[in-house]
């Protein structure tokens, strides 16, 4: 009797087995660079290279995407930006974020390149994140008188706006499943939780206990930036923590609230962490966070009226707590809403920091306008507005207004123009109408967490009025990172979602892998 032929399938390699072939790809990278450029860059490289090596050798776990976003979250949440950095002297801001970003990403678009089980997905805010991108690429071209002017500047500013993107696909490609969304959550709360622990020990104390990584070997301590900004507020200590100034900080705590709101929805152990961030935020005694908690209150209204309302008699007892638990701070915070004088006069009058020449923000708009006018439909090229703390006139080299504008929608006008500000309007408000329609037809678990994921965003949205936004990393990323997961969850009660949009080359496959064998990578 003849028997059929036994069918040969490919083997496949465990999951980790392609993290590891690009993992040590992009450790072959770094070395070879490093030898190339010589002196730090390759004293950098070589260790870079030896570190991936190891990893992929050695440590299964950490090859798993979930580690390392993990990794890089912690390094945003506990690492001050602009204050702590590699004790090693590179052309560039050698920044733990950037680097480890960098590799990050490196790892991520080399398995792009081998493993066809990865692939970058669709996402429901493809089209107005494309036109942001387009409108700086075009504020670029239709301007090279400014950016050769300001080149070092544009193009860290560049690279760092290209950093909060690839975080958006990094995220939204390699994690497809509500348990993951969850697990990412909860790992962002918990996070934000400690850093605003932190900043109450901070308020306690007056020592903030993120300068000790200035002592770990191989980091080292750069300017604090405590030291430009004001520390207090009608005599009380505005917290710094982790972050580079104490609106940014509050503007974190309220962005990651609403996210903690919805866990304690589930359980009520969360409520620990939802009164550490609105006390973390009423410590930095600054009026944003207060502006954008309002926001998320609104937004909960709205979406989820019901339960909302049931929680309307705990605000008085909020409020309590909050003057209880840090005294000396309520007070000063109302008072910054009811200046002497009025808060018109206050934000229309001139305010010299440091020879700065900054105003009100009121004061700003008139100049602003001015140059906006110019050049209406792209801009002035993003980086190129420049604020030098050490001129006393308040006007860039080239004759635009250089006072420092705590508002980014009016900072982006002057960037990116309109075009760039109607793509971040389409961003906002696409995300806010999608999240809210699952929110209104849902009024369980998946409702809640669609209105949590659109309090974040309108609450980001607007806090964008009151400070310069996208010059703080640490809260910007965070936007970007909640973001992404929100555009995950999406996905997820999408049963006709595409899943590929891009698929890896043949040709990189098929260099990438033996014959037999098939990479497969995941997402865990």
């Known amino acids: 009797m003849n028997s059929a032929p036994t069918e040969l399938r490919p083997r496949e390699l465990p999951s980790h087995e392609g993290a590891r072939l690009a993992v040590f790809a992009a450790a072959a990278a770094a070395a070879t660079a490093g030898a190339l450029a010589g002196g730090n860059l390759g004293f950098l490289g070589a260790v870079v290279g030896i570190g991936l090596a190891g990893s992929a050798l050695f440590g299964a776990k950490l090859l798993e995407w979930r580690t390392l976003i993990l990794v890089v ?44 089980a990865l692939r970058l997905r669709h996402t429901p805010f493809d089209w107005p994140i494309g036109v942001f991108f387009a409108a700086i690429l075009l504020s ?55 850093v605003a622990t932190a900043a109450l020990v901070e308020r306690a104390t007056g020592f903030n206990v993120f300068s000790l990584e200035s002592h770990v070997p191989g980091l080292a301590f750069v300017a604090d930036v405590s030291q430009s900004v004001a520390t207090e507020r009608d005599g009380a200590v505005r917290v710094l923590a982790s972050a580079e100034h104490p609106i940014a900080l509050g503007a974190l705590f309220a962005l990651v609230t609403p996210l903690s709101i919805y866990l304690g929805s589930r359980r009520r152990i969360w409520l620990m962490s939802t009164a550490a961030l609105v006390l973390g935020a009423a410590a930095t005694v600054s009026r944003t966070p207060v502006l954008m908690m309002a926001a998320v209150a609104v937004v909960f209204l709205l979406l989820q009226r019901g339960p909302t309302m049931r929680l309307l008699p705990l605000v008085p007892v909020a409020v309590a707590f909050v003057y209880l638990a840090a005294p000396n701070v309520v007070e000063p915070t109302v008072s910054a809403f009811f200046p002497s004088g009025g808060l018109l006069a206050e934000q229309s009058t001139n305010v010299n920091e440091g ?3 900054t105003a009100g923000r009121l004061a700003d708009l008139r100049p602003a306008l001015a140059d ?64 809210s329609h699952v929110s209104r037809a ?38 970007f990172f909640v973001l992404a997961l929100a555009a995950v969850f999406l996905r997820t009660l999408d049963p006709d ?13 098929r260099l990438a892998r033996p014959r037999r064998y098939a990479l497969s990578l995941r997402p865990r």
């Open 73 to 116: 979250l912690a390094i945003v949440l506990f690492v001050p930006s602009r204050r702590i950095v590699l004790a090693v002297q590179l052309p560039f801001d050698p920044e733990p974020y950037r680097v480890l970003v960098a590799t990050v990403f490196v790892v991520w678009l080399v398995a792009l390149l081998v493993d066809p």
């Open 355 to 357: 020879g700065s020449g």
């Open 372 to 435: 906006i006018e110019k050049r209406p439909f792209f801009g002035f090229g993003y980086g190129t507005r420049v604020i030098d703390t050490n001129q006393s006139a308040g006007y860039l080299p080239d004759g635009r207004y250089g006072g420092v504008l705590d508002d980014q929608w009016l900072g982006s006008l002057l960037d990116v123009g309109i075009v760039g500000v109607l793509a971040l309007v389409w961003l906002f408000v696409s995300a806010y109408r999608r999240l």
């Open 497 to 509: 979602a595409k899943p590929v949009v891009v698929a890896p080359p043949t040709w990189a496959a």
């Open 140 to 194: 670029e071209v239709t301007n090279p008188g400014l950016i050769n002017l300001y080149g070092q500047h544009v193009v860290k500013s560049l690279s760092l706006i290209l950093s909060f993107l690839l975080l958006y696909y990094f995220v939204t490609s390699v994690f497809t499943t509500r348990g993951e969304v969850e697990f990412l959550v909860k790992a962002l709360v918990a996070g934000s939780t400690v």
């Open 442 to 479: 849902d009024g369980g678990a998946e409702g809640w967490l669609a209105a949590a994921f659109a309090g974040s965003t309108v609450s980001f949205a607007f806090g964008m009025f009151f400070f310069d936004t996208f010059a703080f990393t640490q809260v910007t990323i965070i936007f």
